[in-house]
């Protein structure tokens, strides 16, 4: 059964600091791998989809990459904002059957001015 | 603008009671979802529809129930069987790899 870590379940930073996020995953076997940002009491907004074939994908100030074989992958948010302040969730598709979701539990990302 | 809109925002329900959250979506989309979010846990599936008059369970589905009889509506039922709903339900629905989710409903169980 594929299980996603994200790890710091929390991370506080002032304004400004590049951080990395981390998600790592059980079953190497997925079909591609999405990072999304939750504001508080919304829905979540994808941010970057990586299929299992691509290493990174791009947009902005936001670089995500993944390492198949290692079952990693990481959100790396430049030059942080506080309007980057939300949960970022990290989402795994199995490369077969029903195109299910598993998610991450999420890291909450505090950014101060 | 297209996308998908979750009813009520709030919902309170007693102890025995069924309710009902709303999801509508006017994206054309074939698939939709409901998950539920619990504080400190990930996203769980609850059910899927892959097409109308069709759905199938999910990781969670005991207590709940859903229909899919139009293309742009998925309604999920909270019936007195869930032992515990108090949570944030999200709706999403998905074509290719785009999946798109609205705002959330958070039902609380007084």
């Known amino acids: 059964k594929q299980e996603v870590t994200q790890i710091p379940a929390a991370l506080s930073v002032p304004e400004g600091e590049n951080l990395v996020l981390n998600c790592s995953f059980t079953d190497s076997a997925i079909y591609n791998l999405q990072w999304f940002r939750q504001d508080p009491g919304k829905g979540l907004t994808s941010l970057l989809l990586i299929q299992s074939s691509q290493r990174e994908q791009t947009s902005g100030r936001l670089n995500a990459s993944l390492d198949k074989s290692s079952g990693r992958s990481t959100l790396y948010i430049a030059a942080s904002q506080p309007g980057d302040s939300a949960t970022y969730l990290c989402a795994v598709r199995a490369d077969t059957g029903f195109q299910k979701l598993v998610f991450g539990t999420g890291t909450r990302l505090l950014v101060s001015p | 603008d297209g996308g998908i809109t979750q009813s009520p925002k709030y919902l309170f329900r007693k102890e025995g009671q069924n309710v009902t959250l709303s999801c509508e979506q006017n994206l054309n989309h074939d698939a939709m979802y409901w998950y539920r979010q619990d504080p400190g846990q990930g996203l769980r599936l609850i059910y899927y529809?892959?097409?109308?008059?069709?759905?199938q369970k999910g990781d969670i589905a005991e207590g709940y129930s859903v229909s899919r009889e139009k293309k742009e509506s998925f309604p999920l039922t909270v019936t007195s069987a869930q032992k515990n709903p108090t949570a944030f339900y999200l709706c999403a629905s998905r074509q290719g790899n785009v999946l798109t989710f609205g705002a959330g409903s958070r039902l609380t169980v007084l």
């Open positions: 529809s892959q097409i109308v008059n069709d759905f």
